[in-house]
């Protein structure tokens, strides 16, 4: 029983996990960590814990960003996850920097909140509130671009009477 418990874990350059439902790959590093931490016995099983969910640095930045931009757009956990299609806990997760995201959740994410992928990736460059609103502007489909424009025209018409 022991060696087939540390067989699998010693044999490929990179093991194979499944967290939450999640498939992924692990180092043979990260794996001798773990079983340096939990030990193996011909009873003990390795579980993935808070070392597989360690914390990058990349993974804390974009978090931090997609938090940044979430709340920009005046939405909740709960409603950006319905919006781009994940769990709360999930959005939750990445906001935090626990969990990376797919290339496809990233575009799905810009979509929606109409910002560009640069702003996620390489945080705000000191734009000003103008150039943000402008890039959103110009990243929107030329239908909602219409009925954008068409609702500032509103707004400077109420403006110009107030004055």
Same mark, same amino acid.
Request: proline share 2%; charged share 25%; with cysteine.
């Given at each position: ?5 540390? !067989?699998?874990?010693?044999?490929? #350059?990179?093991?194979? !996990?499944? !967290? ?7 180092? /043979? ?23 597989? $969910? ?12 997609? *938090?940044?931009? *979430?709340? $920009? ?5 709960? &409603? ?20 990376? /995201? ?5 575009? $799905? /994410? ?14 705000? $460059? ?5 150039? !943000? ?10 239908? &909602? ?15 110009? #009477?107030?004055?």
């Amino acid at each position: 029983m022991f060696f087939e418990v540390l !067989y699998p874990l010693i044999t490929p #350059v990179f093991a194979t !996990y499944n !967290y939450n439902g999640v498939a992924g790959f692990m180092s /043979i590093e990260l794996l001798l960590e773990m079983v340096a931490i939990h030990g193996v016995s011909e009873s003990t099983t390795l579980k993935a814990d808070d070392t597989m $969910r360690d914390k990058k640095e990349i993974n804390i930045h974009i978090g931090n960003e997609i *938090r940044n931009a *979430r709340e $920009r757009a005046g939405l909740t956990q709960e &409603q950006f996850g319905e919006l781009v299609s994940l769990g709360t806990k999930n959005v939750s997760d990445i906001e935090r920097g626990v969990a990376g /995201i797919t290339v496809s959740t990233l575009k $799905r /994410i810009c979509e929606k909140l109409s910002i560009s992928s640069d702003l996620i990736i390489f945080g705000d $460059r000191e734009n000003n509130d103008v150039e !943000y609103i402008a890039d959103k502007l110009a990243r929107l489909p030329p239908e &909602q671009f219409e009925a954008v424009k068409a609702i500032l025209n509103q707004i400077f018409q109420l403006l110009a #009477v107030i004055e």
